[in-house]
């Protein structure tokens, strides 16, 4: 038992006291050199916000500054140093107002304003966050104190993603979007409080010299503490329920959908879950089924029976908006289509009715017919008098005693066509030379 204790001792390759305290210090202030690092990975935070890149954000959270006044803060907290406590938090609001100041000034100035998918993101925290940033925090503050520091730190500037939350905040300042910004303000704070928790008791648990003597003064801490947390953790909670709700209603629209439209063949062209309407709604469309009032009314009631209750389904048909609404949902999540890239897909769909993919029919028009020779079959459009205009299947062959109407009931069924003309053409007569 000893053995297993000491395997998982944290005082194993733990580092002195007095080196990690004044790294821990050194780390605090934004002044000169930090500050502009600081600014720097604000912009370019921002700036993968706004062209929705990943990589670019990731990149700022490794060259971002803001964890040392956090673990400063837990370092206090946790030696109840409260000169150090006053310096770290007064450096973490300077940090915080200039990335705010920099992070609105740049999508003021911005003329991208779209809510990408990486910033709409940061406005939702839940409980999951808070664990995040916790055992995040507990990573950090014990590479901190280790001899040998390893790489966990760029590991945990990514996982508690401190700028991409601040920098949204900013963006919710620049488009005056006050509801995003409160939601990414609230995950910054949640981000920062944890972590400063899990530094907390790691110092504690590791046991650095306190400099407050007096009990009394200890315990007024501690209370405080516990009672930020169930502060921060409480709406945390209520967020993580709403988004599970959310998720656990559009799974079961979409076996609903699965169940009695996809596995029936209608084909959608347009889906649109809305979970925050009362009554909460599903909205779909069909290439080319319609639904009368009474088929409609069934399907209704058969939502409530799919565990869909205070739903309603709204199937989208002759609505002349349609079209325009499908679009915006197409570049919703895909900000490259353009009208250029529409007409390449109408046309290239247009080509495919005239495209004849068979490899094997020539070889059973030569197995079924042996006496037909030279065969070129197509698809080709006919403009009879009435103006309108219909695809129909034409084969030219040659050969003698070919039974033509048998040969076309064939082709009809075969290719699935409902207009088939033949046309035989004459045999060319080789010369001698084989000319």
């Not at 990975?41 to 990149?59: D, K, P, Q, R």
């Not at 908006?321 to 919703?332: A, F, H, P, V």
């Amino acid at each position: 038992m000893n053995n297993f204790f000491d395997f998982i001792n944290l005082h194993n390759g733990e580092e002195d006291k007095a080196i990690v305290l004044e790294n821990v210090r050194s780390q605090i202030s934004f002044r000169g050199s930090n500050l502009w690092i600081l600014a720097c990975a604000i912009i370019i935070a921002s700036v993968g916000l706004n062209v929705n890149s990943t990589a670019v954000i990731i990149g700022a959270m490794l060259i971002s500054p803001l964890m040392g006044p956090i673990v400063g803060a837990g370092f206090a907290l946790g030696t109840y140093n409260f000169t150090l406590l006053k310096k770290s938090i007064k450096n973490l609001l300077i940090a915080t107002g200039v990335s705010l100041f920099v992070s609105a000034a740049y999508f003021y100035l911005s003329p991208f304003k779209e809510v990408q998918s990486e910033l709409l993101s940061r406005t939702f925290p839940t409980i999951y966050d808070v664990l995040i940033a916790f055992f995040g925090g507990l990573v950090g503050v014990i590479a901190v104190t280790r001899v040998e520091k390893g790489n966990p730190i760029p590991g945990v500037a990514i996982a508690t993603a401190l700028m991409p939350p601040l920098c949204t905040a900013g963006y919710g300042l620049a488009t005056l979007n006050f509801s995003y910004f409160i939601g990414a303000f609230y995950l910054y704070t949640i981000n920062c409080f944890f972590i400063c928790i899990a530094t907390f008791f790691v110092v504690k648990f590791l046991k650095y010299p306190s400099s407050l003597v007096e009990s009394r003064f200890q315990n007024r801490i501690k209370y405080g503490i516990s009672i930020l947390v169930v502060i921060m953790i409480v709406p945390s909670f209520y967020l993580a329920y709403s988004l599970f709700n959310e998720k656990k209603f559009t799974k079961t629209a979409d076996e609903f959908i699965q169940k009695e439209f996809d596995n029936n063949g209608y084909t959608i062209i347009y889906k649109k879950l809305n979970y925050n309407s009362d009554p909460k709604s599903i909205d779909v469309a069909f290439l080319s089924k319609k639904f009368t009032p009474a088929e409609i009314a069934t399907y209704n009631k058969r939502l409530a029976d799919s565990g869909l209750k205070n739903t309603k389904l709204n199937i989208r048909q002759n609505n002349v908006d349609l079209k325009s609404e499908i679009q915006s949902e197409i570049n919703k999540f895909d900000t490259n289509v353009s009208e250029k890239d529409i007409a390449l897909t109408k046309i290239r769909k247009e080509l495919d009715n005239y495209k004849i993919s068979d490899s094997t029919l020539l070889k059973e028009i030569q197995i079924l017919y042996p006496s037909v020779g030279n065969v070129s079959y197509g698809k080709i459009e006919e403009y009879p008098d009435t103006d309108s205009s219909r695809l129909q299947f034409v084969m030219l062959y040659s050969g003698q005693n070919i039974d033509e109407d048998r040969l076309k009931s064939w082709l009809k069924e075969r290719m699935h066509e409902k207009f088939v003309t033949l046309i035989k053409t004459p045999e060319v007569k080789k010369t001698a030379t084989g000319k």
